[in-house]
Structure formats: C-alpha cells, structure tokens
C-alpha cells in the first residue's frame, strides 16, 4: 500500500483545513486508515482512524468535534476535515494503513504497517 497525503498549509486559528490521503495498491475500503500528528520536540500522537468498511470513526479526545475523518471509495481516498484550528494543532500529519489492525492497537503508531509522508499544518495565533 502507498499513502499519499496532502492539502496541509498556513491557517489562522479558528480557521479550517482538508488534509487528504490517497492510497494506491489496495481498495481503501480493505484497510484501515487512520491519521497521526507529530509536533516538533513530541512524540506522534494518534488523531483519528477509520478501520475498514466506513465503521464508526475513532477521534483522539484533543480533536473530538472538531475533526471529521472521512472516506471516498470510488476515489480510494481519505479525508481529515479540520476545522477551529488551534496553535496547539500546529504539527506535521502523517497518514497510516493497515490490513489487519485491532481497535485496541489503532492508538499507537507502531500498530500501523504503512505511512504516507507527512505533510505541515501550521496554526498562527
């Protein structure tokens, strides 16, 4: 599976941002896909995931209301809508697939098998 995420930028807080993955090499609906965020100095932390089939979505509780992950199938495409962006949601997004992941193991990022590259999402205050 090959990821390929874009759409990050420049936007002011409270502002709104589409991030998109693309995958190529597997029906997107045959895996999971889900989206991290790695600030400068942190760890990367878990923001959201859709394991396969368009099951309920699962949000980190720092973007709960705020972002919405969605799938288009037709186009074996994922989308992270941001919106009320923060300082604090400054980070790069990195998109991630797996065939076979567990609900328990979506949260760490070492559970997953396949990345895209990241892409910037920088909030100005």
């Known amino acids: 599976v090959q990821l390929q995420a874009s759409g990050g930028g420049l936007v002011q807080a409270g502002g709104s941002l589409t991030l998109s993955c693309a995958a190529s090499?597997?029906?997107?609906?045959?895996?999971?896909v889900g989206w991290f965020r790695q600030a400068p100095g942190k760890e990367r932390e878990f923001v959201a995931a859709l394991k396969r089939w368009n099951s309920n979505p699962f949000y980190a509780d720092s973007v709960k209301g705020r972002f919405t992950i969605s799938r288009d199938a037709s186009k074996d495409t994922v989308y992270l809508q941001m919106s009320s962006l923060k300082p604090d949601d400054t980070a790069v997004y990195y998109c991630?697939?797996?065939?076979?992941?567990?609900?328990?193991?979506?949260?760490?990022?070492?559970?997953?098998?396949?990345w895209g590259q990241g892409t910037q999402v920088t909030v100005s205050s």
């Open positions: 991630a697939a797996d065939s076979g992941i567990i609900t328990s193991s979506i949260y760490d990022p070492r559970r997953w098998g396949y």
């Open positions: 090499g597997q029906s997107s609906n045959n895996i999971a």
